[in-house]
């Protein structure tokens, strides 16, 4: 299996720009996280889906995010617009059952925002 | 409040010097406690699961514990390429279904 995989790897951007992270979960895996890790604060869940659907995003900043699963492979985090506060590493996640269950990452998109 | 404290937040090793790194939580129903690695530039690799108190998991030169109160990661006799950040997560019992992370440990072992 490949793994999760995640594009872009790198973003640059300047402040007020829209940003699309994308996400392709493992294949079979009912669950996808985002997460976000910064120095500070360490890994942050943003939100979760199973089977598609948004369980918990109390974790998503404000509303300048957004989180979508289309189905189930592929899934965006959307950030509109951009702040240079949103520079971070997103990782997003996927597990077989639930988020109690193991949870295997993505090698993360760097975000930098001007 | 779910928390989880990793200690130290950095520890250097010479080779083949063993060493514990140590994860204490506070939560109000232990479900699972997750050990992974992080390589810079990486996401999280998978370790370990452990579920109860008093159960031990082991793979290659890590062996992790767990009480009711913290989790250790042994690390015996270790090497360069043991170098990275070690996260120690927890799952509780109730609530959201979702991984309270730890800041991590970041490893240096030098040759």
């Known amino acids: 299996d490949a793994g999760v995989i995640q594009s872009p790897r790198h973003e640059v951007t300047e402040m007020g720009q829209e940003v699309t992270l994308r996400c392709k979960p493992i294949?079979?895996?009912?669950?996808l996280f985002w997460y976000r890790q910064t120095m500070m604060r360490g890994l942050e869940l943003l939100i979760y889906?199973?089977?598609?659907?948004?369980?918990?995003d109390s974790g998503m900043p404000e509303d300048r995010f957004s989180a979508k699963m289309p189905n189930a492979s592929f899934s965006t985090l959307k950030i509109q617009p951009s702040e240079p506060r949103d520079s971070a590493v997103y990782f997003c996640?996927?597990?077989?059952?639930?988020?109690?269950?193991?949870?295997?990452f993505g090698p993360g998109t760097r975000l930098t925002v001007l | 409040e779910d928390q989880v404290t990793q200690s130290p937040e950095a520890l250097r090793l010479q080779e083949g010097e063993s060493s514990s790194l140590n994860c204490s939580y506070t939560v109000s129903g232990l479900r699972g406690l997750f050990w992974y690695r992080q390589d810079p530039g990486k996401g999280p690799e998978f370790l370990f699961t452990?579920?109860?108190a008093g159960e031990e998991k082991e793979k290659e030169r890590l062996k992790a514990t767990l009480t009711k109160k913290e989790s250790f990661l042994h690390i015996t006799a270790p090497k360069p390429e043991d170098s990275a950040t070690y996260l120690c997560?927890?799952?509780?019992?109730?609530?959201?279904?979702?991984?309270?992370f730890g800041k991590g440990t970041k490893l240096t072992v030098n040759p």
């Open positions: 294949s079979g895996h009912n669950s």
């Open positions: 996640a996927s597990s077989l059952y639930g988020g109690a269950d193991t949870q295997y």
């Open positions: 889906f199973n089977n598609n659907v948004p369980i918990d």
């Open positions: 997560a927890v799952s509780t019992q109730g609530g959201s279904e979702k991984l309270v």
């Open positions: 452990l579920y109860s």
